[in-house]
């Protein structure tokens, strides 16, 4: 039983990771119904990001939490910015152009961050510096909670009622509610279009910096493909959940961690990867709109 | 018609000209050529540098051994050189980067034979090994792996080599280490699944441990480039084994340690020669302290030859050589021995004088290449005591 709660605890923080990267994944496609391919690289560029700001200030010797905040934020502006210019130099030409030239275009800019960053980082693994010290906070009859987890799983708790209060409350919110269900209508309504999707790319940029940022702490180390399978994990989940659908994300990304864990735990590790995909398909079947999702017909 | 004969006659001669000054050309060029035939491949006359190839991990995963492997090759081949080379030429070290790709490794081969590579150094990693031989065994160009230790490795043919110990030798002596001096009786196993290294060395370990009496409570895998592994720890933790057995590459490993500690794990960590890295180190933390895995050298043994090597080293990069960099430093300097024994740098004449080399003073410990094309050495068994490295037991083969 111990171990059972131990592997559901494993599961959850590890899921909690795979949240953190759908729910940018999640809003992007919900605004422009564009699957951003890119997500998961601009979360490698987060996590690079951190690595070397810490470097370059000398910090990571000694955990400090504020250097921990100081870093998050540099590295979700950064990011930010970046999603910012992807947006405005890959996508913006070609957003009147047919869904699966974007799509391409996603592609082409992730295997350009992929390589691009192969090239400037180097291939080599990096070991993401100790900003706050893994502690274990419960322990009790073999039960260990590290205060890692809890961050990580506070965070993205934290980050997904923000981002639902940011769709459902704000006036931004409101025009990308407004966007993602016409652009032409929203054009005429007064809404600045190209504003909207903008910002939509940065604070779906800044979630994946911030995802990158926790899993170097929680496990350090770091390379240029490390978004490769993340970001396609996190894709799974947030269509598990129903892409568009910002509680649906975490929810997806949850089940995603606790059975791959449970299969590493009771089956077999080799299997982990054949189970998120095949998880994928079965909830699919069942579920063409995924778990929270609602059935759209298609706008013609 | 005769008008017509003498207006072509000036293209013709200029034509014939050509033709005679391009014969005169081609036969000067093969009849010096043929002087020195018996010394040399097509295209590597006399006077040219010996050119070496090393298939090198230099990005990747295991980039480490790669980059270690070339620092201490290139010791050894300006020594070499500036005692005036072999045969009386200078030899060059051919470096391509495989990104500790196992198929890169074959392609990289490939492309150091076509570049005129007379001998090949490398891989570090087993799986890469393997997928490189075949090239150099088609091609008669002798390989000579620096650190390979799956025995499969120099099974691939006659002109495979290797200077290292075997993982059965390796994995036996940890077992013993284990039970014997350490007196723990029951051990887990945690492998790489994409490792042949990784997979072969849990696989002797685990025949000598039982052997011996003690019992294997866990066996579970992981595959390379993973970063999350608690699942698998906390099956391992419930089964209470007192040995953690990781024959993995640094890099995993260090990550493993940590989670193992994160979970409240006290077992002993012991491992592999996939170890050797300073980033296993920087990775692992104080996680990592109080493991022990066999090596090919240890940077504190007193032996004045270990000595010296680490004192040129450091002199070079200003740090302590790891045990890849002295595997890489005896390798050049044992395939450079061969091509001079040969007298010859045709591959087959190599293959010959690398078959026979006998009692030749590595770094890494006396090597004598035995039939099967391996060499058979001293393994030591070292310590991560606060972030350093200590010999802490060595086996004889």
């Known amino acids: 039983m111990t ?22 994944y999640t809003m992007v496609y919900g605004v422009l119904r564009l699957i951003n391919f890119a997500h998961g690289d601009v979360y490698m560029v987060g996590a690079m990001t951190g690595f070397y700001m810490t470097r370059w200030l000398g910090w990571g010797k000694d955990p400090d939490p504020l250097h921990f ?34 799509l391409i275009t996603a592609i082409g800019v992730s295997l350009l961050l992929e390589n691009g960053g192969q090239l400037i ?10 900003l706050i010290e893994n502690k274990p906070i419960f322990a009790s009859g073999g039960l260990i909670i590290t205060n890692i987890q809890v961050i990580i799983i506070v965070v993205a708790l934290v980050l997904m009622v923000a981002l639902q209060w940011f769709v459902f409350r704000t006036s931004t919110g409101r025009a990308m509610r407004a966007v993602a269900f016409s652009h032409d209508a929203s054009r005429l309504m007064g809404i600045d279009i190209d504003k909207v999707i903008s910002v939509t790319f940065v604070v779906g940029s800044m979630l994946a910096a911030a995802a990158g940022i926790l899993v170097g702490l929680s496990n350090p180390k770091i390379e240029p ?20 659908n910002i509680p649906g994300a975490v929810l997806g990304a949850l089940i995603l961690g606790i059975s791959e864990t449970m299969v590493s735990g009771y089956l077999s590790s080799t299997y982990r990867d054949a189970i998120a995909f095949v998880l994928l398909v079965v909830i699919l079947l069942f579920k063409p709109a995924g778990l929270l999702g609602k059935a759209v017909p298609e706008k013609v | 018609m005769r008008r017509f004969a003498t207006r072509s006659s000036l293209p013709f001669r200029f034509t014939a000209f050509l033709l005679v000054t391009g014969l005169v050309a081609v036969g000067c060029q093969g009849g010096g050529g043929g002087g020195n035939k018996a010394d040399n491949k097509p295209g590597q006359p006399a006077g040219t540098p010996i050119k070496i190839g090393h298939i090198a991990a ?53 492309k150091l034979i076509e570049q005129g590579a007379v001998a090949l150094i490398g891989e570090v990693a087993s799986s ?11 091609a008669q160009v002798p390989m000579v792996s620096p650190a390979s230790t799956n025995p499969e490795v120099t099974q691939k043919g006659d002109y495979i080599f290797r200077i290292c110990y075997l993982d059965p030798f390796q994995g036996e002596s940890m077992a013993k280490f284990g039970y014997n001096d350490l007196g723990k009786h029951s051990a887990a196993i945690f492998t790489d699944v994409k490792a042949a290294y990784s997979v072969g060395l849990a696989q ?63 077992a002993v960590i012991l491992g592999g020669d996939g170890w050797d890295s300073p980033d296993l180190l920087e990775i692992g933390g104080s996680a990592i302290d109080g493991a022990y895995f066999a090596n090919h050298y240890a940077s504190d043994d007193p032996n004045p030859v270990i000595q010296d090597f680490i004192a040129k080293y450091k002199a070079a990069h200003g740090e302590v050589p790891d045990a ?19 007298g010859s740098t045709e591959g087959p004449k190599i293959r010959e004088a690398l078959a026979t080399t006998r009692d030749f003073p590595g770094v890494s410990g006396t090597i004598t290449i035995d039939p099967e094309r391996n060499a058979s050495k001293d393994l030591v068994v070292i310590k991560i005591e606060n972030g350093t490295l200590h010999l802490a037991g060595r086996v004889k083969p």
Do not use: H
């Open chain 1, 225 to 244: 493909l490390m978004g490769l399978l993340p970001g396609l994990k996190a894709f799974v989940a947030a269509v598990l959940g129903g892409i568009g």
């Open chain 2, 58 to 110: 230099m990005t990747g995963g295991t980039a480490n051994f790669g980059q270690s492997c070339d620092k201490g090759a290139r010791i050894a081949m300006q020594e070499i050189n500036a005692k005036g080379g072999v045969l009386g030429r200078q030899l060059e070290l051919l470096t391509e980067d495989d990104r500790s790709l196992a198929p890169e490794a074959r392609t990289t081969a490939i």
């Open chain 1, 3 to 24: 171990e059972f709660l131990q592997q559901l605890i494993n599961g959850v923080a590890w899921g909690s990771i795979y949240a953190l990267i759908a729910l940018g």
């Open chain 1, 69 to 102: 905040v100081l870093v998050l934020l540099a590295s979700m502006i950064t990011c930010g910015l970046l999603g910012f210019i992807i947006e405005r130099a890959a996508y913006r030409p070609l957003r009147k152009r047919s869904k699966l030239t974007a």
């Open chain 1, 121 to 130: 980082f180097g291939a080599d693994p990096k070991f993401f510096p100790t």
């Open chain 2, 128 to 138: 890469s090994s393997i997928a490189a031989a075949p090239e150099a065994q088609k």
């Open chain 2, 324 to 342: 890849m960099a002295v595997l890489g430093y005896d390798v050049f300097r044992i395939v450079a021995d061969a091509i001079g024994r040969a």
């Open chain 2, 204 to 266: 002797f370990f685990k025949e000598t441990f039982t052997k011996l009496g003690g019992t294997i409570t866990a066996e579970e895998a992981y595959s390379q480039g993973d970063i999350e592994f608690k699942a698998q720890l906390t099956k391992i933790k419930g089964t209470n084994p007192e040995i953690l057995f990781v024959p993995g590459y640094y890099n995993e490993v260090g990550l493993i340690a940590r989670q193992a500690r994160e979970l409240g794990m006290t």
